[in-house]
């Protein structure tokens, strides 16, 4: 199993940047697919971004195209979001998953406790 952590959540304003953090523990020796989703108040949770683990392709949803960036470093065993250009839409707790490639939360089997978002207009 693999156990993703998130950290770098926060109150920023509109206009704004954060970079969020995963660090996976657990079974690191598998190069998994990770993933980034987001779940606003009385919302499904959606797909954001994710990156491969052996070809390092990635793949944003339209809503975050240009301003979110995803990375990995496997050596620290850590998925990054860099934010920027934050909007109040924004706004949701953002969560770190691990699995396979795909956009549908079926494809990630391992899940983090997510960390708040939150964008002030």
């Known amino acids: 199993q693999v156990q993703p952590v998130e950290s770098g959540g926060g109150l920023v304003q509109a206009g704004g940047s954060l970079r969020l953090s995963c660090a996976a523990s657990?079974?690191?020796?598998?190069?998994?697919?990770m993933g980034w989703f987001r779940q606003a108040p009385g919302k499904e949770r959606e797909f954001v971004a994710t990156?491969?683990?052996?070809?390092?392709?990635?793949y944003y949803a339209d809503s975050v195209k240009g301003r979110f960036t995803i990375s990995r470093d496997n050596a620290k065993n850590t998925v990054y979001l860099q934010m920027n250009s934050l909007k109040p839409e924004d706004t949701a707790v953002y969560y770190c998953?691990?699995?396979?490639?795909?956009?549908?939360?079926?494809?990630?089997?391992?899940w983090g406790q997510g960390t708040q978002v939150t964008v002030s207009s």
């Open positions: 998953a691990a699995g396979s490639w795909g956009t549908a939360r079926r494809a990630y089997d391992y």
């Open positions: 657990g079974r690191t020796n598998i190069i998994y697919t």
């Open positions: 990156i491969s683990g052996s070809r390092d392709s990635t």
